[in-house]
């Protein structure tokens, strides 16, 4: 029985042990439940058998979320059946060189080396896939031929397919007055069309490729119409009235049959790139002006408005070609190698589309959506987190973080699902924060953790394979803001201080340093303390630890250099400072009041008056004085009393008033130097008389020494003073008074030799 009860005991105090440590984690996990507003969720498309699911969970720390995405599908994610059309120019000119490079091979030779590369790299592609990948060829002049139809490209067949294009091209190429040399862009757009319809790809493509303007149209099926018309049935230059009767450099409505095939062709969901060759220097403008004075035109044309733009732009038809005809996408040749560069490119560019479908994207921060979300990172392998992964489990699960777009790229094709009976689940998991800090925060704000995140998704059905999108929900959090007040005092009578900065600034150890995507600098915050001495931090962000330190103050104060903790968690404040008195000492300086008498020997005590003032208000207070005569120095105190102090000094004395407020304003009086003649001088500045009736007030900006030398006797006083006047009175009388009596005398013994 004492056993089980010291058992129960041990269980109990393991209990009391455990429970604060549950209450801990149960509060911060509660706290950062309160920050996610939106849970996310799931969406569904039944028909195609694919949900997606985005759930956003609380971390250990505030503003710090992991996200899990999820895909659920009836069919695992492979790559899509893709099928591709190459689309040749092999009109007359293509048989020219090109453009500046006598020394090349024609355009056209260039074309088919071009293309047996593509198919080099179409078959090597394909070798180890399971998906179905087709290729096929179609050349055109003022008819289209179909090369090859849509087939199989891989190792064993690529040089069967590269004999086709050569022996096929051969068979079709017209020599220059055939009146079959002309371009047919959409007799070449058609075939490659109907081929297309045919095939059950889920991606399809035409890569098409042309040397000049268009300059004739399907009459039947394939078939162009003879552009050479004498009678301007329907080439001709409707604006000059002159037929087309050696043929057409340009057709406008060829141009805009073209353009409509094209729209056609584009809105069924197959992409076009197009090629230009040589097309630079071409404009509708030259070959109008090549048969100026003629009684015949090379321009098909209605009016002077043109399908392809300006008249006079070398440009006009490569954006043409580039937006009209293609997909948005143009490259433009004028070498061999240019050539087979821009069917690489092209080839590479198709390979990224179709291989996108089972691949989702997630934004962190989208264009109509402030950056507030920082990726952290991806969890891998042992829950490491970092901007990519390969591994997960042990198992291949392949995502990427784009950090200049910062996106989230998440390959499902090369990712390893769940199976659990016919459906496959694919998941990732990985941390974001809210960086509450950036300027553009806003409290109570409700931010989503990322952009409009869409899976593209290919599914086969009933043999029928079609594509699909479905969008993620966008979970979203919210986060807070903490305050700091304080008040700030002089200890010059424990006064509210104005004027002095505080900063507020991240401590090394606060989590949110260990990423900075958006801003280089730590996040800084300051304050300057108001007329009532209260020092006001608003809206600190909340999750995070600071550093409070003051950085300046007024003149008046020095700098104090303690340095305080700040913690802000979930909008609360825990500092030091929300329950002391921010003190700072104000800047001294020492005044030496020195007394010399000249022309006599005394011990008479001279007595002086400091009158003081300090930012305006009379001087108060006691201060400690160093008083000196020769080698003797005493300590002693003198106290300001609404803003007055009476100091003695005798004969080659002096006092130094220690620690006086920086920068107090000051006058001194000496009251008792009758009989004196009274100098000053302040440090080592000019030796000024001292008169009473008109003392000076002096700034204690440093340490300073006032020295007065009192004179025995009197001093001739300045010119033009009454002084002055008396002065001369009697020195003239002693002047005159003599001369007076020697005259007496002179006079007196004249008048006795007379007698």
């Excluded at 990427?400 to 094709?413: A, G, Q, Y």
Aim: with cysteine; aromatic share 10%; hydrophobic share 30%.
């Amino acid at each position: 029985m004492k056993k089980i009860n010291k058992i129960f005991a041990l269980l109990f105090a393991l209990l009391m042990f455990i429970n604060p440590i549950i209450n801990v984690f149960a509060e911060t996990n509660g706290n950062n439940q309160r920050q996610i507003t939106k849970k996310g969720g799931s969406n569904i498309n039944e028909a195609d058998g694919v949900s997606v699911s985005k759930n956003i969970y609380p971390s250990e720390l505030e503003n710090y979320f992991d996200i899990i995405l999820t895909v659920q599908t009836k069919n695992r994610a492979v790559d899509p059946d893709l099928a591709v059309v190459i689309v040749m120019d092999i009109s007359n000119t293509m048989t020219y060189k090109f453009t500046g490079n006598p020394d090349s091979t024609s355009r056209l030779t260039a074309a088919k080396n071009a293309s047996n590369n593509f198919i080099d790299k179409f078959a090597e592609h394909s070798q180890d896939s399971s998906i179905d990948r087709k290729l096929g060829f179609v050349a055109f002049n003022t008819d289209s031929y179909e090369i090859f139809g849509l087939q199989d490209c891989n190792e064993s067949n690529k040089d069967d397919l590269k004999n086709k294009i050569t022996n096929g091209i051969d068979k079709n190429i017209v020599d220059q007055n055939h009146k079959k040399r002309f371009t047919n862009i959409e007799s070449g757009l058609k075939r490659a069309k109907d081929m297309l319809d045919k095939s059950s790809a889920s991606k399809k493509y035409i890569l098409f490729l042309s040397d000049g303007f268009p300059t004739t149209y399907i009459e039947n099926g394939y078939v162009g119409y003879d552009t050479y018309d004498s009678t301007g049935a329907r080439f001709k230059d409707r604006v000059l009235n002159k037929p087309c009767s050696v043929g057409t450099s340009y057709s406008d409505e060829a141009a805009i049959r073209a353009r409509r095939m094209a729209t056609t062709i584009k809105e069924s969901g197959i992409g076009i790139y197009s090629v230009g060759v040589d097309v630079g220097g071409q404009t509708i403008q030259n070959y109008i002006d090549q048969t100026a004075g003629q009684n015949f035109s090379v321009v098909d044309r209605t009016s002077k408005t043109y399908e392809i733009g300006d008249a006079s732009s070398a440009d006009a038809y490569k954006n043409w070609l580039r937006n009209k005809i293609g997909s948005g996408y143009y490259y433009g040749v004028n070498d061999p190698n240019a050539m087979t560069d821009a069917f690489g490119s092209i080839f590479e560019q198709i390979m990224i589309l179709s291989e996108a479908t089972w691949v989702t994207e997630d934004p962190m921060n989208s264009s109509n959506q402030p950056k507030n979300i920082e990726f952290i990172g991806m969890y891998g392998e042992n829950n490491v987190l970092s901007d990519s992964v390969t591994k997960i489990n042990n198992y291949p699960n392949t995502a990427s973080f784009d950090t200049t777009n910062e996106k989230i790229k998440w390959d499902l094709k090369n990712s390893t699902p769940e199976v659990n009976g016919n459906t496959y689940t694919y998941k990732l998991k990985y941390r974001v924060r809210i960086e509450n800090e950036l300027s553009n925060f806003v409290e109570g704000t409700s931010y989503k953790t990322n952009g409009v995140t869409t899976l593209n998704y290919i599914v086969k059905i009933n043999n029928s394979s079609r594509t699909g999108t479905i969008d993620f929900p966008r979970p979203e959090v919210k986060a807070f803001l903490g305050k700091l007040e304080f008040d700030k005092l002089t200890n010059y009578g424990n006064k509210p201080l104005e004027g002095s900065t505080f900063e507020i600034y991240h401590s090394d150890d606060c989590p949110c340093l260990k990423e900075r995507r958006h801003i280089d600098s730590k996040f800084k915050m300051t304050s300057v303390s108001n007329s009532n001495g209260k020092v006001i931090f608003d809206k600190i962000p909340s999750g995070h630890k600071y550093k409070i330190h003051e950085v300046s103050t007024d003149d008046y104060h020095n700098v104090k250099n303690d340095i305080y903790d700040v913690i802000v968690s979930y909008g609360e404040t825990t500092s030091p400072l929300k329950d002391t008195k921010f003190i700072n000492n104000y800047k001294t300086r020492n005044l030496t009041i020195i007394k010399v008498v000249e022309g006599v020997s005394t011990t008479k005590k001279f007595k002086f008056q400091i009158e003081a003032t300090y930012r305006g208000n009379n001087l108060e207070g006691t201060y400690d004085v160093v008083r000196k005569n020769g080698n003797t120095e005493a300590t002693e105190k003198i106290t300001f009393s609404n803003g007055k102090a009476t100091i003695e000094l005798k004969d080659k004395e002096q006092i130094t008033i220690k620690d006086l407020p920086y920068r107090i304003s000051y006058k001194i009086e000496e009251t008792n130097n009758d009989g004196f003649i009274v100098k000053y001088q302040i440090n080592d500045g000019a030796i000024n008389i001292y008169n009473s009736k008109n003392i000076k007030s002096y700034t204690l900006d440093k340490d300073s020494k006032i020295k007065f030398t009192n004179i025995s006797g009197y001093e001739l006083p300045a010119t033009g003073s009454s002084g002055m006047l008396i002065l001369l009175v009697i020195g003239s009388l002693l002047l005159v008074v003599p001369v007076i009596y020697i005259s007496v005398n002179v006079l007196n013994k004249k008048l006795t030799m007379k007698h």
